[in-house]
Nanobody, 124 residues
Framework: QVQLVESGGGLVQAGDSLRVACVAS????????MGWFRQAPGKEREFVAS????????YYADSVKGRFTISRDNAKNTVYLQMNSLKPEDTAVYYC?????????????????WGQGTQVTVSS
């Protein structure tokens, strides 16, 4: 069982940067692929980025490629999402997710564990 707790959300202006973090419980964090999803009001939850268990492999949605960076620190059981050049359309609740196996999985059903989410609001 893995429990995930996100933090770091907030209100920023367009063009600003923000980093959200997700801390995982359990001693096998390093064996899980980790991902970030987001859900805007009235929209379905969508894939943002994912990273493999060791860190070098990362995959991004086209909408955030070049602006967002996912990383992980297995010693701290933490995965990060660095968000630069934020846009109002990035406003959403950001969720952390974990799964055993491959990290290139864009569908919600492919992920086994979820955090409660952290709100990111970007004003224009």
């Amino acid at each position: 069982q893995v429990q995930l707790v996100e933090s770091g959300g907030g209100l920023v202006q367009a063009g600003d940067s923000l980093r959200v973090a997700c801390v995982a419980s359990g001693r096998t964090f390093s064996s899980y692929s980790m991902g970030w999803f987001r859900q805007a009001p009235g929209k379905e939850r969508e894939f943002v980025a994912s990273i493999n268990w060791s860190g070098p492999g990362a995959y991004y949605a086209d909408s955030v490629k070049g602006r967002f960076t996912i990383s992980r620190d297995n010693a701290k059981n933490t995965v990060y999402l660095q968000m630069n050049s934020l846009k109002p359309e990035d406003t959403a609740v950001y969720y952390c997710a974990a799964r055993k196996g491959g990290y290139i999985r864009m569908t919600i059903a492919s992920w086994d564990y979820w955090g409660q989410g952290t709100q990111v609001t970007v004003s224009s």
